[in-house]
């Protein structure tokens, strides 16, 4: 019987820690299914990386619905003008691709932002 | 005394204490968004400023405000299971049927470990973006190697093996055992599936029923007579998903989560094909969102009454399609859509409680 009460215990404890404390802890949260009006307009996906392969630009992909249309866009944004989280970014692009692009960029269609896009590689 | 006074002395001891703390996570909050952080807390949530600039400080601030209701809510819920664990109209399952289902949830894994599989792999090629959420950095702080985790993807399916070819039984130790390190092979998975940032739903009712799954097995080789117990676990494990999810809506949106202009932001961030036709009928995004709602809302009442297993997995069946459709989030071949299958009331069902039961 007290293993029982223990039992009862389990599920308020599994689903409840979250509840009541962590809940819409990932403001990146695909789905938005948590955040209702809660949510605003998500401003980094105004951002993207651009690299320049074999003569042409083309956007940085990597054929995941998840990193494409989020991550990348986030990174794009959160290193946008800020030299050294630029340079960190070079590396993880140039480390990730087999083939390594001639030019990386970032490029921005936010309208608070200074320029529209930054050549991040090579430096000038 | 009254069974029910120590629930009520716990419900309400928690929420004075929390009203009592309240005005330093406030206070906090504000410092934060004032620009004088404190360490602790950026340490402990590191996301936190980008949840700040997203929510806005009033936001974060209710949210606070809530947690002493969301601690009488949690109380009133486990209330709840206690007071109808041992609910008359509880059919219980036989011991056979039982451990087919068992075996099936293990067959469900299978499905899916050469698709997560998949996604981690190609995950493995941008590994240098590699950025677990804070608290997993803790376990998993770089990449591990891909031969690492193709041997876990080996062990997890050796495991799901011998569920589903071995004879046990669940009075061995074995089943339990094996059960927790397929557990932890799983983990470690998830933990680099979710490496880059942000949490991913895909195997949320799984991976939830994983949980009990173990605690099930444990119970169930200490009580072998009263393994339909650790089964009701097994699929609040599952129907919990949905109900937190649907109390979260209320909590953080309340009623505006249905209205058409938050159907209009759901279908900007998730552009699907019939999002424009429904937006284009009066009351329609609404009377859908409340059926979401409503459906989420009512998924606890499979503990008191379990032919409410009917309607969820129905409900759940038509509300992964229509986000699938309308939304183009998850798809028909969700996970959560199999899991579905474990909350009908179905199998063999013994004609009385075992003994040892009230």
């Known amino acids: 019987m ?37 949510r605003p ?5 105004q951002y993207s990386i651009h690299i320049h392969l074999a003569g042409k630009w083309q956007k940085l992909e990597a054929e995941n619905e998840y990193l494409d249309k989020n991550y990348f866009p986030m990174e794009a944004m959160r ?3 800020d030299k050294e989280s630029e340079n960190k970014l070079v590396s993880k692009i140039r480390a990730s691709l087999r083939v390594k692009p001639d030019s990386i960029r970032l490029e921005s269609d936010s309208a608070s932002a200074s320029t529209t896009y930054r050549i991040i590689f090579p430096q000038k | 005394m009254n069974k029910n006074i120590p629930w009520l002395i716990v419900g309400i001891a928690g929420f004075i204490l929390l009203f009592l703390v309240e005005n330093m996570g406030l206070r906090m ?30 936001r974060v601030q209710e ?36 451990q087919w289902k068992v075996r099936l949830f293990f067959g469900v ?23 677990p959420l804070p608290f997993f950095s803790k376990i998993l702080p770089t990449f591990p190697s891909i031969w690492l985790l193709q041997f876990l993807v080996v062990f997890a399916f050796a495991v799901c093996a011998f569920f589903i070819l071995s004879k046990w039984t669940p009075s061995e130790k074995l ?74 809506k209320v909590f953080l949106s309340g009623i505006h989560w249905i209205s058409t202009e938050h159907f209009q932001t759901l279908c900007w961030l998730h552009p699907g094909t019939l999002c424009e036709p429904i937006l284009s009928v009066p009351f329609l995004p609404e009377l859908l969102l409340t ?13 008191r009454f379990p032919w409410w297993g009917y309607v969820t997995a129905i409900g759940g069946l038509i509300f992964h399609l229509s986000t699938w459709l309308v939304l183009d989030v998850g798809g028909w071949q969700s996970p959560w859509i199999l899991m579905l299958v474990f909350l009908l009331p179905i199998g063999k069902k013994t004609a009385t409680k075992p003994s040892g039961t009230s």
């Open chain 1, 2 to 38: 007290v293993m029982k009460k223990y039992l009862y215990l389990f599920v308020p404890l599994v689903f409840g820690i979250p509840f009541l404390l962590l809940a819409d802890l990932f403001p990146l949260h695909r789905y938005g299914m948590f955040s209702g009006l809660a």
């Open chain 1, 41 to 45: 307009e998500i401003v980094f996906s």
């Open chain 1, 79 to 81: 290193a946008f003008g």
């Open chain 2, 29 to 58: 909050v504000e410092e934060m968004a004032n620009g004088q952080s404190d360490p602790m807390l950026f340490r402990l949530y590191p996301s936190f400023p980008i949840k700040l600039q997203t929510m806005g400080l009033e």
């Open chain 2, 63 to 98: 949210y606070l405000f809530q947690i002493k209701y969301r601690w009488l809510l949690l109380i009133g819920f486990t209330w709840f299971l206690s007071t109808n664990m041992e609910s008359p109209k509880v059919a219980v399952p036989d011991l056979k049927s039982l």
């Open chain 2, 109 to 131: 894994q299978l499905v899916y470990l050469p698709d997560l599989f998949k996604e981690i792999t190609l995950r493995n090629q941008w590994k240098a973006f590699y950025t």
């Open chain 2, 175 to 248: 089943p339990a055992w094996i059960a927790l390190a397929g557990f932890l092979f799983w983990t470690v998975l998830l933990l680099v599936f979710f490496g880059y940032s942000k949490i991913d739903h895909t195997y949320a009712s799984l991976y939830s029923g994983y949980i009990f799954m173990v605690i099930w097995l444990f119970y169930w080789k200490r009580f072998p007579e009263e393994g339909w117990i650790g089964f009701r676990l097994f699929q609040a494990g599952i129907w919990g998903c949905y109900f937190f999810s649907g109390l979260e």
């Open chain 2, 291 to 303: 059926l979401v709602l409503v459906f989420q809302l009512t998924t606890f009442l499979q503990w």
